[in-house]
């Protein structure tokens, strides 16, 4: 079907996701944006967020750290450093992720501090947007 592409969605652990679908919603570290087939290829990092999968009825959303995204005509590829389906994020793994997080801020270089705060402060959006706090 003309409407639809190739999704896979993989972390050095495991591949998460490979299926066919019509939309990904990704939070691209320079905003957010959705690939759908048939659109202009590119590559771009991912900041902390929910990646959204939609195709067949259903929505899949995965909760990420980060990572690149690769959209094609016809497939979109995204390499997370870490993922887990939004389901299966706990209040424990947000705290350590933010607490790892934290600790890369307080350790950061002057020139490096507002990279630090800025994924700091997207992994307590996505905590947010689960419904978890951080």
């Known amino acids: 079907m003309a409407d ?3 999704f896979d969605l993989v972390s050095p ?3 998460l996701a490979s299926l ?3 939309e990904v919603h990704i ?3 320079e905003g957010d944006l959705t690939a759908m087939a048939d659109h202009a290829p590119l590559i ?3 900041r902390p967020g929910i990646l959204k999968v939609l195709g067949g009825g259903e ?5 990420v750290t980060g990572g690149f995204a690769e959209v094609s005509a016809g497939a979109t590829s995204v390499l997370a450093e870490q993922a887990v389906p939004a389901s299966e994020m706990t209040q424990e793994l947000l705290a350590a992720l ?6 890369a801020r307080d350790s950061a270089t002057e020139s490096s501090r507002d ?3 800025k994924r700091l402060n997207d992994l307590i959006a996505m905590g947010a947007q689960l419904g978890l706090s951080a």
């Open 4 to 6: 639809t592409m190739q």
């Open 13 to 15: 652990e495991k591949s």
């Open 20 to 22: 066919q679908v019509t």
């Open 27 to 29: 939070p691209g570290t």
């Open 44 to 46: 771009t990092t991912i």
């Open 59 to 63: 929505t899949l959303e995965f909760a």
């Open 98 to 103: 933010v607490t790892e997080a934290g600790e």
């Open 115 to 117: 990279t630090a705060d």
